[in-house]
Each structure stands twice: as C-alpha cells, then as structure tokens.
C-alpha cells in the first residue's frame, strides 16, 4: 500500500490539519472524529553518520524534525548518530531487527546483505541526482528497491542526495591506469569493485574513521563526498591531491529505512507524513550541497592550496570500461539485482538520448570549451 501511496495524499493531509484549525468548532469536531489520533508515539533513528555532521548528519536531523513537526508531536523522532546506539554500518541490521525504527544511510553498505540496493546509492557513470529521482520516483525504481528490502522487513524511500561527487584525495599523482595498482583506497560499493579490477585494494570505513587513517597510512587515498563535507573532515590536512570528477558516485542517493512492522502499526495520516517528509528531506539535501559545494571549493584550493586536478581522460576512459563490465556482472549476484540492473539500464540509455539534446547540450553551449 505504501509503494502506491502519494506526496499529493499527504499534502491532502496536511492541509486538512490547517483547516480543521480555523475555528473552535472545526477543533472539537476533528478531535471527536479522530479520538485515537492524538496518541503520542516516539521513534529512533540511527545513521551511518558522525552526529550533526554537515550535510549527511544534518539531513537526517532534518528528516526527524519534519516527521515530528509534520505530525505536531504526535510522532516523535530522536536521531542516533554513528556509534551512539548502534556501529555505523549495523543501521540495516538495527532497522531490520526493530531496534531502531528507523534508519538514514547509503544501500552500498550493505551489499553483502542486499546487494541490489547498491543500484539505487550509486553506480559508476550512473544516473545524476535528477535522473535518480526521475527513475526511483517515475521509472519504476522506488517498486524494484522496496522488493529487494522486503526480506528484511524494511520500507525504503530516497531521503537525500549529494549530487556529483569529488574522485577522491590522493598522496600521490595519478597519470595513468597502473597509478591505482596497490593502492589501498577507501571507497564503498561498485566503485570499490572498480578500483579492485584497476588492481587497487578497496576498503569500507565509516565516515568517522576515514581522516586517522589516512593520516596515518593505514589507507593511501580516500573518496568521502565533496567539498562541503570533505572540508568538514579537514581531509585536506592528510592528503594533497584533489581529483575530479565523482566518476563512482555521480548522483548518490541517500535512504531512508523504515521498519515495515513499525510503519504498519501507524495511523494512514502518519504514514503519509513519514513518506511526504522523506520527500522533502531528499530535496532539502542536494539544494544544500548546490548551494555549498563552491565555496567549500574555493576554501579548499585557496585557503588551503589543495592541489586540484582532474582525472586523465585515459584514465577515466578505462575505469569506465571495467565500470561496465563491474556492473554488468553485479546483475548476475541474485534474481532481484539483475531485475534492478534492466530497470535501471534501460532508464539510464534514455536518459542520456534525452540529455544529449537537453542539460547536456545546454551546459555545453553554456560553458564552451
């Protein structure tokens, strides 16, 4: 029922609050219709995020407040950051369990629980944010990510976006292919399939690990998100190269996760605020790392001279080679990824027929090179 359920019900919803409240009458009226909706119900939120942290841990704070706000109280959502209630990468699990009811984080943490929810978090030379809503919200994504979930007993939803990401920082140049050969990298999901075929050794840290241990050596370069939130880490303070673009995450989507049993037991009203605040949440986000990204940029190459350099166009041009191939046999792990993996090629081939004559043929004659 959820899966079908739309933003526009719960605005119905929402202003059938407003209204009820213009009059004394209206109040009492609502009131005796709806006796049980006044129940106060508290939830926990756990995410892979270090607490408040800017962008990622702000955006699930936001999600909470909306919720509560949205609701006026009667559901109440407190957030966990990484590590108060539950390690940074056991939120699936927590969620699953009901420990938590629910959850903030990115499907590619855990691929060895549900690997096709790698498809909806990022895919090498994938789809962009827009086209990431466009699929989940209208091709028929948002149906394929609840099927892969359902086992667990979770309701996912899309609760935030970075857009295009950085390539990562690095100790050293990267000119060519072999650059990567030994290189041991913190980068999650497909992309650290990628960097594995290139001959590189992956390695999944949570965001509050990344700097001491590139700092100490214990990795050798790190992608985190970008400069907004790269410069909140001060990665810059442990590495000197800075390379562009996000080849391995170009539009990554964020998730909600809701334990399904928890969700159920709601009233309808509820359960739309739930849904129509993941909503907001997942816009509220990537406007905030449009709107923050260049001066953090800016900071980040004038302030504190990082070497800024774009990957070689060799080097991208084989990456996206072995992306494909990557890819194209993560499809063959289970019956739901290569259902997941169809859906999202053929929105991604018409994706890029419709861009090549629409964004992309306008930046291009905006910024002509």
């Not at 962009?128 to 948002?142: H, K, V």
């Not at 979930?149 to 050293?172: L, R, S």
């Not at 949570?206 to 790269?230: C, H, K, R």
Request: aromatic share 10%; hydrophobic share 40%.
């Amino acid at each position: 029922m959820y899966k079908r359920r739309s933003f526009l019900a719960a605005t119905a919803v929402a202003l059938s609050v407003l209204l009820s409240g213009c009059g004394e009458e209206k109040q009492e009226a609502s009131a005796q219709a709806q006796p049980a909706a006044q129940e106060k119900i508290s939830w926990k939120m756990v995410t892979t995020w270090p607490k408040n942290f800017p962008g990622l841990g702000t955006g699930a704070n936001n999600l909470a407040e909306l919720i509560t706000e949205m609701s006026d109280g009667r559901l109440d959502v407190k957030v966990y950051g990484a590590g108060e209630l539950v390690g940074a990468l056991d939120v699936f699990d927590a969620v699953s369990r009901g420990t938590a009811e629910m959850g903030h984080g990115a499907g590619y943490y855990w691929k060895g629980k549900a690997p096709a929810g790698q498809f909806f978090a990022a895919v090498p030379f994938g789809l962009t944010a827009q086209e990431m809503n466009g699929w989940i919200y209208s091709g028929g994504g948002l149906e394929l990510w609840a099927e892969a979930y359902e086992p667990f007993g979770i309701i996912p939803m899309p609760a935030g976006n970075t857009g295009v990401q950085m390539g990562g920082w690095f100790n050293k140049e990267i000119n060519t292919i072999s650059d990567l050969e030994g290189l041991k990298m913190r980068i999650p999901g497909l992309g650290g399939e990628v960097l594995k075929r290139a001959g590189g050794t992956p390695v999944l840290l949570p965001g509050g690990e990344i700097f001491p241990s590139l700092q100490s050596g214990a990795i050798d370069a790190t992608e985190w998100v970008g400069p907004y939130n790269d410069l909140a880490f001060g990665l810059h303070k442990a590495s000197k190269y800075y390379y562009y673009p996000g080849w391995h995450e170009p539009g990554t989507t964020l998730e909600a996760l809701i334990n399904k049993k928890a969700f159920d037991a709601l009233p309808k009203d509820l359960q739309s605020i739930v849904l129509a605040a993941t909503r907001v949440a997942n816009a509220d986000m990537i406007a905030e790392f449009t709107a923050r990204n260049n001066a953090a940029l800016e900071s980040l190459v004038n302030e504190h001279k990082v070497d800024l350099r774009p990957y070689p166009k060799e080097v991208l041009s084989q990456l996206q080679a072995l992306s494909d191939e990557v890819v194209a046999e993560q499809a063959q792990v289970d019956e739901i990824s290569k259902k997941v993996y169809e859906s999202y090629k053929g929105f991604r081939d018409q994706a890029i027929d419709w861009h090549a004559i629409s964004e992309q043929a306008m930046l291009n004659a905006r910024n002509p090179q």
